[in-house]
């Protein structure tokens, strides 16, 4: 599975994005997704994430009722929608998939088997 994630850039604090995940492969609803980021000297942090079937998501605290994770599995594609941004948002933010229909969503880097290459979010303040 390769994974190319999209829609990164500068916003102003209070503003909005949407990033996109592109997955290959004819398997995709079969994968768990997740949203992770890492900023500069800092560890990379689970964001959020979302099931095969989409029914079900988590997040972080530091997200909640800010962002908005949600999946298309005919364009094989999972979307971050972020709102209400804050300057602790900056970072480059991954999506990441691993094979699996069943447990709980995955929230530890480690759980999952294929990273895209990032994307940057910069929130000026």
């Known amino acids: 599975v390769q994974l190319q994630a999209y829609g990164g850039g500068l916003v102003q604090a209070g503003g909005f994005l949407r990033l996109s995940c592109v997955a290959s492969?004819?398997?995709?609803?079969?994968?768990?997704m997740g949203w992770f980021r890492q900023a500069p000297g800092k560890e990379r942090e689970f964001v959020s994430g979302?099931?095969?079937?989409?029914?079900?998501?988590d997040y972080a605290d530091s997200v909640k009722g800010r962002f908005t994770i949600s999946r298309d599995n005919a364009k094989n594609t999972v979307y971050l929608q972020m709102s209400s941004l804050k300057a602790e948002d900056t970072a480059v933010y991954l999506c990441a998939s691993v094979l699996v229909r069943y447990g709980s969503i995955r929230r530890t880097a480690n759980g999952y088997n294929y990273w895209g290459q990032g994307t940057l979010v910069t929130v000026s303040s």
């Open positions: 979302i099931d095969w079937s989409g029914g079900t998501t």
């Open positions: 492969g004819r398997t995709f609803s079969s994968y768990g």
